[in-house]
């Protein structure tokens, strides 16, 4: 069987999740969906970055001690997670959980054994922001191009990571689609890094300016384990690679897909350090790793630090998950950045939510009810225009969004399940059931059958359009099939019962009160 293994990266929890940490979630968990529906065993994986610098700083801002602060924001994106439906197998906190420290310790050791790491002192500029060292050319006027700020001025001794041995065969690795990074713009830059030049770079700090928060270098008391080093290993330390565990076999070793999805802002981390590290370590690389923009706010990147930081809590409840998922994966470009508003969240929602999708299986569960008692037609072999194209549309969708998704592109996939609905109300204008009732009145059978074949076509059309919706909006396919199955009807004696709205129509928040929310344009014929 096809095993899976699906990550998103671990954000920092020095603050609160924002907008920008709900894109991951919501990609991953339509992978992980949408292969599990293919039969393959999936795992994935989220969790939080706890072992940062960024975080001892913030818990001292907030004045409460790093540990309170660390599981209070943690648990805060474990709640993100499940307001989502994200379908996560397991979750690791790098600060608590049990299985993290073995893993990088041993992950620290292998590459020691390798050769791989050496004591140096180091005078260097460092990005708190990003846990990161830049050399002069690396700051356009002397700031970091990520956070804006002045990178430190730090002078210690560190462990440092040979990252030069590996330019070679991290090149030989990407090119030959070993490791495949998409978008190919992305693995273009990371050829680019590799191409002018690797430097070997630290791989720990000192426990005074990590404040003595962090994993100890095994065998240095005076040095803690750098950030990315000690984080990188999560995708490993859950699969309990410190004890040698099965799970590491299963879904690492012998798995036939690894999987990151990652922000730009991580790519070298990801498509350079990991890959090196885990040579060294002697285990196998990723097989993929899908490369997402931001998300921005007057075409600033979304942020804690920079004070635009939206509350994706607050969005949930204001205009609800399916919304939300929506917005991410139809509007969310695979390249470039996505600038978020809350109009252009409703507009979507409404115009191929509500009005498009809701409104279409709302129309056929009433025709059913109302024109056939509840009862769902039988197939008759009956043809109308446009039967065979609805048709082609259904066949065609799981083709379309399987290789949108091989590609990481989330807006291909869910225009074929728009096109699903669009092709169903082209179906209802030009199959006129309301000519067909009023003919059936009039004692037509012909009518009456073509009525039937139309009803169970649209039926059917309902049922797929909920299974190809399934790994997008989980909670909204399983309404929809719930509404348009029998078999989910059986107090009603096996019939369909009268639907309820999949989707409401959606009003800012400072609109509400002022005047009624619009109902579904129904036509009299319902």
Known sequence: MTAIYLTTTIPYVNGRPHL??????????????????????????????????????????????????VDSNAAAFSDL??????????????????????????????????????????????CVGCEQFYTETELPGGRCAEHGTVPQQVSEENWFFRLTRYGDRLRSAITSGQLRIEPAARRNEVLGFIDGGLEDFSVSRSVGRAHGWGIPVPGDSGQVIYVWFDALGNYISALDYGTGGAALSRWWTNSTRRVHLLGKGVVRFHAVYWPAILLSAGLPLPTEEFVHDYITVDGAKIGKSAGNAIDVTSLIDDYGADALRWWLLREVAKVGDTDFTVDRLIARANDELANGIGNLVHRVVALVCKYRDGLVPVANGRELPGTRRLERARRQAAELIDSALADGDFRQATAAVVAIADEANKYISQSEPWRLVKAERGGDGEAAALLDAVLAALIENCRELAGHLAPFLPDAAERIAAQCSAANCATSGGKLQWPTPVFTRLIPRGDRGKEPVPAYGYPDWT
């Open 20 to 69: 920008g940490h709900a894109v991951e979630f919501v990609q991953a968990d339509v992978l992980a969906r949408h292969h599990r529906r293919a039969g393959a065993a999936v795992r994935l994986q989220t969790g939080t970055d706890d072992n940062s610098l960024k975080n001892v700083l913030a818990a001292k801002a907030a004045g409460v001690g790093v540990r309170e602060f």
């Open 81 to 126: 997670a499940a307001q989502l439906s994200v379908s996560a197998d397991d979750a690791i906190a790098t600060s608590s959980d049990p299985r993290h420290r073995p893993a990088v310790e041993r992950l620290w050791r292998a590459c020691e054994q390798a050769g791989d790491l050496y004591p140096k002192h180091y005078t260097g500029l460092y």
